[in-house]
């Protein structure tokens, strides 16, 4: 069973930093497992793809908008991943979740359904 749970989540103003955190537990640190995400959603919108890490090599893939100004980062022995937001813009005040990448077809990580496990997400919002 695996449970995640974020946290981090707060005021911010824009051009200001932010560390989201989430807590695993469960077998989704296994190296055997393919990998953990963070996504974004919107309200009325479907969840977007913002990073990814995969497990086997500790390769990192961003959305194109987050490259250079975000960072996923995995603490394996707090079983606890993390979201470096710097230079936050106010665009993306959304409810940021982490999940575990299931789905093994080219470019699950991208779409919110290669993921199985979700926590309950944290609200991020960004001020002018």
């Known amino acids: 069973q695996v449970q995640l749970v974020e946290s981090g989540g707060e005021l911010v103003q824009a051009g200001g930093t932010l560390r989201l955190s989430c807590a695993a537990s469960?077998?989704?640190?296994?190296?055997?497992?393919?990998?953990m995400g963070w996504l974004r959603q919107a309200p009325g919108k479907e969840r977007e793809f913002v990073a990814h890490?995969?497990?086997?090599?500790?390769?990192?893939y961003y959305e194109d908008y987050v490259k250079g100004r975000y960072t996923i980062i995995r603490d394996n022995a707090k079983n606890l991943l993390y979201l470096q937001m710097n230079k936050l813009k106010r665009e993306e005040a959304d409810v940021y979740y982490c999940?575990?990448?299931?789905?093994?077809?080219?470019?699950?990580?991208?779409?919110?359904?290669?993921?199985?496990?979700w926590g309950q997400g944290t609200q991020v919002t960004v001020s002018s």
């Open positions: 999940a575990d990448h299931t789905d093994g077809s080219r470019g699950s990580y991208m779409r919110h359904n290669g993921y199985d496990y």
């Open positions: 469960g077998r989704t640190f296994n190296p055997y497992r393919m990998g």
């Open positions: 890490m995969r497990w086997i090599d500790e390769s990192t």
